[in-house]
């Protein structure tokens, strides 16, 4: 059974950093891909970045381009979202996602919520002084 496994997140002042992590295990990690999105309260979620298997090409939404970095480690199982120059607009519950259906992402193709099947329970960020 799928289970992914977010942490990483806390408070943190404009303009710091975090690193989140999401632990994955129950199906074949190298081949499909693995996005993160975010859901700020009284908003809809959404994509902030993707990973594809394979080629790890990669997908970035425009407002975290340049500050935030997308990774993964396949001997451990394991997709990383750097976060640097946090701003209060950042703060939001943070989860990561994958779907069997799912291998590829790049920044033609914006994931989209109701693609992805597996869902972690969320860390949350906040960005606050």
């Known amino acids: 059974q799928v289970q992914l496994v977010e942490s990483g997140g806390g408070l943190v002042q404009p303009g710091g950093s975090l690193r989140l992590s999401c632990a994955a295990s129950?199906?074949?990690?190298?081949?499909?891909?693995i996005g993160w999105f975010r859901q700020a309260p009284g908003r809809e979620r959404e994509a902030v970045s993707c990973?594809?298997?394979?080629?790890?090409?990669?997908y970035y939404e425009d407002s975290v381009k340049g500050r935030f970095a997308i990774s993964r480690d396949n001997a451990k199982n394991t997709v990383y979202l750097d976060m640097k120059w946090l701003k209060p607009e950042d703060t939001a519950v943070y989860y990561c996602?994958?779907?069997?259906?799912?291998?590829?992402?790049?920044?033609?193709?914006?994931?989209?919520?109701?693609?992805?099947?597996?869902w972690g329970q969320g860390t949350q960020v906040t960005v606050s002084s």
């Open positions: 996602a994958t779907d069997r259906h799912i291998y590829f992402c790049d920044n033609d193709y914006e994931p989209i919520v109701g693609d992805f099947g597996s």
């Open positions: 129950g199906f074949n990690f190298n081949d499909q891909a």
């Open positions: 990973i594809s298997g394979g080629d790890e090409s990669m």
